[in-house]
């Protein structure tokens, strides 16, 4: 039992505004029950408690934005007291301690009796100098910058390598605020994450091209008896493939936090989901790989309802351990991209193409796909990529074990 906090919604995001809460001191609560909905640059995201209990409290007012990490609510035992309010007790976060405050400085009191009256007390130390303020960290045209246009860097947050300010931010901190669509927002929020991804994670790249013709037959008799709302899409089938593999190659599975790699035990599938007014998501289905096919099908496109209506679950955004990107079935042959933190892994797809191939004793036109993974060299390597690759193919070419 204890307080709930802000949780990290995703590598992109800083913080969210409270905009509605859907439970009251004495509510009973349990783990995955939404208790609040929160709007972040990826829309109104309905946040989860994480533990069963009481709610003795709820410590952040409606409206405000709220730093992750902030207190929300105080989850107690049942019989424990409950408050309409609790913000006032909430711990506080980033506060610095306040300095302790300085005494005069006065001359002991001699004892009442003894030799040592006459004893002159030794002086007290000379207090230090108070140390001048940490210069900021900053390139030299940042400073350059900053000097030219007046900006004080002291204030200026960096967006440099361990926070060091440079030119760009010091231009964006003089120039005038501007209000930021939604969509602006949002790939603001994207860049932000997608640069810490490429600085912090070792990415390497293995792509291989994959032969359709197995899986596009079984799917053509499959749906031939089925009626339009029962029937499956090609994405469905990649999907099941993607969490299969990754159940067999656990390196390319999981999280890596606090320079260790954590692998999941579950493959929670990460879909990318492209939204209407711009920018992309990827929440996750949780236990993909144990999901009959319909199932998975139902799911992703509950998920990519969702997602467009802007009312994702907040677990559905952090539980991912492996996430799936497809161009669909037009576009581009191949896509390469950038792994979303704390996973270690991503899976694109290019648009499927017809293409000659070698079959037997000619040539043959063939429906394929090319499949790249891209991979945190801290975890895994060429072989162990090249491995989960062979099983996403192999899967593929036995679509009636899917």
């Not at 007790?89 to 306040?98: K, M, R």
């Amino acid at each position: 039992m204890g307080v709930f906090t802000m949780p990290s919604l995703g590598a992109d995001m800083e913080a969210g505004t409270l905009v509605e809460w859907l439970v009251q001191p004495g509510d009973t609560v349990s783990r995955g029950d939404v208790i609040a909905v929160v709007e972040t640059q990826k829309g109104a995201i309905e946040v989860e408690v994480f533990e069963d209990g009481v709610v003795q409290g709820l410590m952040a007012e409606l409206g405000a934005i709220l730093p992750v990490g902030t207190p929300l609510a105080r989850i107690g035992a049942e019989g424990a007291p409950v408050a309409e309010k609790m913000a006032k007790e909430a711990p506080a976060t980033n506060v610095p301690a306040a300095p302790e405050r300085e005494l005069p400085c006065r001359e002991a009191a001699p004892p009442a009796s003894g030799p040592s009256q006459s004893k002159p007390q030794p002086a007290p130390p000379p207090r230090p100098k108070p140390s001048a303020r940490a210069r900021p960290a900053a390139s030299p045209a940042a400073r350059a910058k900053a000097a030219e246009l007046g900006v004080d860097l002291s204030v200026v947050t960096g967006t440099g390598p361990g926070g060091a300010v440079v030119l760009e931010d010091v231009e964006q901190a003089r120039a005038p605020a501007q209000p930021l669509d939604p969509a602006a927002e949002m790939r603001r929020a994207i860049a932000a994450a997608m640069v810490r991804s490429k600085r912090e994670i070792p990415h390497f790249y293995l792509s291989t091209t994959i032969d359709l013709e197995a899986a596009t037959a079984w799917l053509a008799a499959y749906n031939e008896v089925r009626t339009p709302d029962d029937r499956l899409l090609l994405g469905t089938l990649f999907a099941k493939a993607a969490a299969l593999a990754a159940a067999q190659v656990r390196q390319v599975n999981g999280h890596y936090l606090d320079a260790t790699f954590v692998p999941a035990d579950t493959v929670n599938l990460g879909i990318a989901i492209s939204l209407r007014g711009g920018g992309l998501v990827a929440p996750a289905i949780s236990d993909a790989q144990n999901r009959p096919l319909p199932e998975l099908m139902l799911a992703m496109k509950d998920m990519v309802s969702r997602a467009r209506a802007a009312r994702l679950r907040s677990s559905e955004l952090t539980s991912g351990t492996l996430t799936l990107s497809s161009l669909g079935e037009t576009g581009a042959n191949e896509m390469i991209g950038v792994i979303h933190p704390p996973q270690v892994a991503l899976l694109c797809l290019g648009a499927p193409r017809i293409e000659p191939r070698a079959t037997g004793d000619g040539i043959t036109p063939r429906r394929v796909v090319t499949a790249s993974l891209s991979a945190d060299h801290r975890v895994s390597d060429g072989r162990t990529a090249t491995r989960f690759l062979t099983a996403f193919d192999a899967h593929l070419q036995t679509p009636e074990e899917l």
